[in-house]
């Protein structure tokens, strides 16, 4: 049994398929998500599962999802999205063809980032069936108090989701015109890879994006931006209330085609007003990004 996954923003994903898939016998492939014809090249008999991610959660490049899926289905593959991102607002995967989306509701379903729990959606009976099946025979389960943080913040997630973006895209557009941010990477800008695909498959674009802050600032000046912000935690996750901030090493985590030169920052907007981060990003990049 093989799967094929798209080349991994984040390192866990293959560190599992190298551990713990490897001893029952399954093996991987990685592609490129922003070459379809890579994909094609390395479908076989053998596939069984292509992974996909819209977009990158890193590098927030937007594949052609639908040309993905249509590529792996023509193989036979089960497709199945991280649709954590797009949180069911943004599009409609199953309309694409899609069989599972996957979904961190610790993110946006949940919205408070005090709960730690996912979902696997099927719209097949049979893979359900399968699910079900797995989930009983691995004996999995949530909390029922966690269960209720994630149906009450359903209630709000639309209204909750279109804040993180309007905030994000400003915050995004200005940042672009900033000194020391040579570029900036939101699917929903012209600047970013694959934001063509975005338009044609999107109606909104979530609260997350990256900067690369150039290349002519040291280590220790991204570290400072960081430390000066006020209103930004540093963390992983997102879709919380609370604003994060993230420096990547992408020589570690990024291969591929794809360049991307200077010191990476993912932002995770949250609920906080668009004036009030805007103000707090202005100072701390005059006070640690300013050239010398």
Known sequence: MQFTAATSRKLHPLRHARTTLSQLGITYQCY??????????????????????????????????????????????????????????????????????????????????????????????KLHDKFRVAYLDLGMGVGAN????????????????DLHDATARALASWLAGQDGISRVLHPALESCPGHEHWATHCSAAAGLFSVLIDESRTHAQVDAFCDRLQLFGIGLSWGGPMSLVMPYDMQSIRGGKQSYGGHLLRFSIGLESVEDLREDLAQALSEALAAA
Not at 74 to 80: D, L, R, T
Not at 102 to 107: D, F, R
Not at 146 to 151: M, N, S, T, W, Y
């Open 146 to 161: 966690d269960a209720e943080l994630v149906l009450r913040g359903l209630a709000s997630i639309k209204a909750r989701y």
């Open 32 to 125: 490129d998500p922003m070459d379809v014809a890579d994909l094609q090249a390395k479908l076989s008999g053998r596939t069984k599962l292509v992974w996909v991610e819209a977009p990158g959660s890193i590098t927030m490049e937007f594949p052609d999802l639908r040309t993905l899926v249509a590529t792996a289905k023509s193989a036979s593959a089960i497709v199945a999205l991280d649709n954590t991102w797009g949180a069911g607002i943004a599009f409609a995967p199953f309309e694409m063809g899609v069989d599972i989306s996957v979904h961190a509701l610790t993110k946006y379903p949940s919205g408070g980032a005090d709960v730690l729990m996912g979902s696997i959606i099927t719209n097949d009976d």
